[in-house]
């Protein structure tokens, strides 16, 4: 099955020292919907930074942001599937991205009326 590919912008404000509230999380999206194809949206951001938050905290990583692009395919269900991490990055934040990106939850891209398996690129600051 081929894999269609979008992008999606996201921003996660994270302070790996200092939870912030789900109202005090900054992130955005873009939509991009057409005839004939629109692609996987997150549901569940906030769940997400949190998690992320938590585990950088219990794992005392530096509390340096790094904003980097998270390439994520999701399958036809919008189920994430498999993640790259384009740019350079600490083997201890890997490895939160790694244990928290599974756990976001898409609404499934669409070909033509048809779900469709879809690559999205993520920008997040960890």
Same mark, same amino acid.
């Given at each position: 099955?081929?894999?269609?590919?979008? +992008?999606?912008?996201?921003?996660?404000?994270? +302070? #790996?020292?200092?939870?912030?509230?789900?109202?005090?999380?900054?992130? +955005?999206?873009?939509?991009?919907?057409?005839?004939?194809?629109?692609?996987?949206?997150?549901?569940? !951001?906030? =769940?997400?930074?949190?998690? #992320?938050?938590? =585990? /950088?905290?219990?794992?005392? #990583?530096?509390?340096?942001?790094?904003?980097?692009?998270?390439?994520?395919?999701?399958? =036809?269900? /919008?189920?994430?599937?498999?993640?790259?991490?384009?740019?350079?990055?600490?083997? =201890?934040?890997? !490895?939160?991205?790694?244990?928290?990106?599974?756990?976001?939850?898409? +609404?499934?891209?669409?070909?033509? /009326?048809?779900?469709?398996?879809?690559?999205?690129? #993520?920008?997040?600051?960890?």
């Amino acid at each position: 099955m081929k894999a269609y590919i979008a +992008t999606v912008v996201l921003l996660f404000s994270i +302070t #790996i020292f200092q939870a912030q509230p789900h109202n005090g999380v900054m992130y +955005t999206q873009t939509s991009m919907q057409t005839s004939s194809f629109s692609k996987p949206y997150a549901l569940n !951001i906030p =769940e997400v930074n949190e998690g #992320i938050l938590k =585990e /950088g905290k219990q794992k005392n #990583i530096s509390t340096a942001l790094q904003e980097v692009s998270v390439c994520i395919l999701v399958d =036809e269900d /919008g189920n994430y599937q498999f993640h790259q991490v384009k740019e350079s990055l600490s083997s =201890e934040k890997r !490895i939160v991205l790694k244990n928290q990106l599974p756990e976001l939850i898409f +609404t499934p891209a669409r070909l033509r /009326g048809e779900n469709v398996e879809a690559w999205v690129t #993520i920008k997040v600051k960890v």
